[in-house]
């Protein structure tokens, strides 16, 4: 099924909370102030060395695509930017190997094979990353899971562990929503953290993800927060 072809039916967020999280400026900073000490899963530290080698041995320009499911995004990213090296990560390793039919392989250059999808616990992965001093020139984390329920606050990526180490990749970090109050708390937390950044309504014509497509196909606003470090 092609991305034209997906019905709307995908159900408008729903949250008992008002606005932004109360507790959340004590959770960043909780975190911040005490970094994450977990020791690290055993398979992705080897998902992450095989990957590393890759990534050490490119001269060119790196992007993190981030819960990047079947890698729809990945390969979008790849043929957007031929020149990079695109490491898509996601923690099911069914996602990741299915096939996507909507994203070609041929490029304006023949095949594009400038990309590798892992499977990976990003919770674990982030903190490799970031001790390995990767390049990341952009850090995308498109449609996660909102957890939307005021209690489940520490799902949400700006409210875990690892947050620290998330806003610390990339010289410029791209996350897109369906649910504006998601961005809004990590906008938040971000700029706890010393980075800052702008909300957006996305206009793409061709969505990054399936998970884009359905929410357009709905009828609902996907939005876009940019983070550029100075």
């Not at 850090?139 to 489940?152: D, E, F, S, T, V």
């Not at 990339?170 to 708390?185: F, V």
Request: proline share 5%.
């Amino acid at each position: 099924m092609s991305s034209t072809e997906i019905t709307g039916d995908s159900k408008v967020i729903v949250t008992n909370q008002p606005g932004i999280h109360e507790k959340l400026t004590e959770i960043v900073a909780k975190h911040i102030e005490h970094p994450s000490q977990k020791p690290i899963q055993t398979h992705t530290q080897q998902a992450f060395d095989e990957v590393n080698q890759i990534v050490q041995s490119f001269s060119g320009e790196i992007i993190l695509d981030s819960c990047c499911g079947v890698g729809q995004s990945t390969r979008l990213l790849a043929k957007k930017n031929p020149n990079a090296l695109v490491i898509g990560v996601d923690k099911s390793a069914h996602r990741i190997n299915r096939n996507v039919d909507e994203v070609s392989r041929e490029g304006e250059d023949g095949v594009v094979d400038n990309f590798h999808l892992v499977r990976a616990d990003l919770n674990d992965f982030y903190r490799l990353v970031v001790a390995a001093k990767w390049p990341v020139s952009k850090h995308y984390i498109l449609y996660p899971n909102p957890w939307p329920k005021a209690k489940h606050i520490q799902r949400r990526w700006h409210g875990s562990a690892v947050f620290p180490q998330i806003v610390a990749l990339g010289d410029e970090i791209i996350l897109r929503s369906n649910w504006q109050l998601y961005l809004q708390e990590f906008q938040v937390a971000a700029g706890i953290a010393g980075f800052f950044g702008g909300i957006s309504e996305v206009n793409d014509e061709q969505p990054l993800t399936p998970f884009e497509a359905k929410y357009q196909a709905s009828g609902q606003t996907c939005w876009q927060l940019t983070i550029v470090k100075s």
